[in-house]
Each structure stands twice: as structure tokens, then as C-alpha cells.
């Protein structure tokens, strides 16, 4: 599971991290817009998640939502239609507003 958190800090200023689940952040920067942190944020977090994944036969599912609890549901939908399996791996991205990161910024 990682955080991922997105803040204005100015004109031509945002900063953007990566936590992990024990709230440790992992990854950070600052970029001139919006489009280029998200744009950094998930160029940086996609390389992670593919080094988490040395076995090219295992099967990576992303997960995408606002609480653990949402990408759980999720995953479990996935898993009921028939578009994942539960051995399949899942990574849980979790998105939240500034306000609500669990780690510092």
C-alpha cells in the first residue's frame, strides 16, 4: 500500500510524496505544476512497483482509492467478476488530501 499526497506550496510550486503503509515516506520532489508532480509521482511509484515484481510470471494488480478499506473493496470486486484472481498480487495505491497525510511533507 502506498500514500500519495499532492500539495500546492505557491505560484509555480508543488511538492508531492510517497509513503509507505508504515507511514514512512519513501519518495519526494518538487515540480513548477500540478501536471508535472502528478506526472513525476507516478512515473517514480510505477518504477517501484515493477522492482517489487522481480518474477515476470507473477500476475500485479493496481488498486486505486481514497482509504484502505475502498481499494479493499475494489480488489474484492475485481476478484467477483472474474478480472482478477486471489492469488493475484495487488498493489493499493491510496490518495489522499493533504490534511489527511499520515506522514510528513
Not at 505544476?33 to 515476470?56: G, V
Request: net charge negative; charged share 35%.
Amino acid at each position: 500500500m502506498f500514500e500519495v499526497v499532492i500539495i500546492e506550496r505557491g505560484p509555480a510550486r508543488w511538492e508531492w510524496q510517497v509513503c509507505d503503509s508504515d507511514e514512512v515516506q519513501i519518495m519526494h520532489g518538487r515540480e513548477k505544476t500540478r501536471a508535472e508532480a502528478r506526472y513525476q509521482l507516478q512515473t517514480r511509484l510505477s518504477k517501484l512497483e515493477d522492482a517489487a515484481s522481480p518474477d515476470e510470471n507473477q500476475i500485479w494488480q493496481r488498486v486505486i482509492g481514497r482509504s484502505n478499506e475502498e481499494c479493499e473493496a475494489k480488489r474484492r470486486a475485481l476478484i467477483d467478476v472474474g478480472r482478477a484472481l486471489d492469488s493475484d498480487n495487488f498493489v493499493f495505491r491510496i490518495i489522499v488530501s493533504p490534511e489527511a497525510a499520515k506522514c510528513e511533507i
